[in-house]
């Protein structure tokens, strides 16, 4: 899932009011920051907060480095975003540039649902690359839990859900 910021906030290590808690417990977040979140982590809402597990480590030092964070839930949208993978062998990609065989990281198989966390329009003939990562096979049997973010051709994608969370 991606998280927007669209209003500057502080991202804390606990739901306590900021004033609370001593300053390597707070990072100020500019708003229009962003942040892949694990998928496969529920998000709570504390105490106004939502509970976020980064996909990287956030913060600086060893005091404030962190990839759980509570998030003032009124400062951040939540976005989720699945399509499926409509051709088989997909080549996930580290860029978006199918001229280049080197930067393949794996082949998804038909019919993977994966989350999508971000777009760019490469042109008129490549068209709009998706980077994202696998979630399940097409039965749903098999999670990738450990699964690689890349790009992939919107081309070889169908759509298939689009949520804008507000969790109370």
């Not at 808690?21 to 942040?35: D, R, T």
């Not at 939502?50 to 964070?69: A, H, K, P, T, V």
């Amino acid at each position: 899932m991606k998280v927007f910021v669209h209003t500057r906030t502080i991202f804390k290590a606990d739901s306590l009011d900021a004033n609370q808690l001593p300053s390597h417990q707070k990072i100020e977040v500019p708003a229009g920051a962003s942040f892949i979140a694990s998928w496969n982590n529920r998000r709570y809402v504390v105490d106004g907060h939502y509970q976020m597990f980064l996909d990287s480590y956030f913060g600086s030092g060893e005091q404030n480095r962190s990839i759980c964070w509570y998030v003032p839930r009124v400062h951040v949208d939540v976005f989720e975003s699945v399509a499926k993978v409509k051709t088989d062998g997909l080549n996930l990609r580290r860029s978006p540039n199918p001229n280049d065989s080197n930067n393949i990281l794996e082949k998804l198989p038909l019919g993977t649902f994966v989350e999508i966390f971000d777009a760019t329009y490469v042109n008129q003939n490549l068209g709009i690359w998706w980077c994202g990562r696998a979630l399940c096979t097409a039965d749903k049997q098999h999670l990738f839990s450990d699964a690689k973010i890349g790009w992939m051709s919107s081309r070889h994608l169908d759509m298939t859900d689009l949520k804008i969370h507000d969790i109370y």
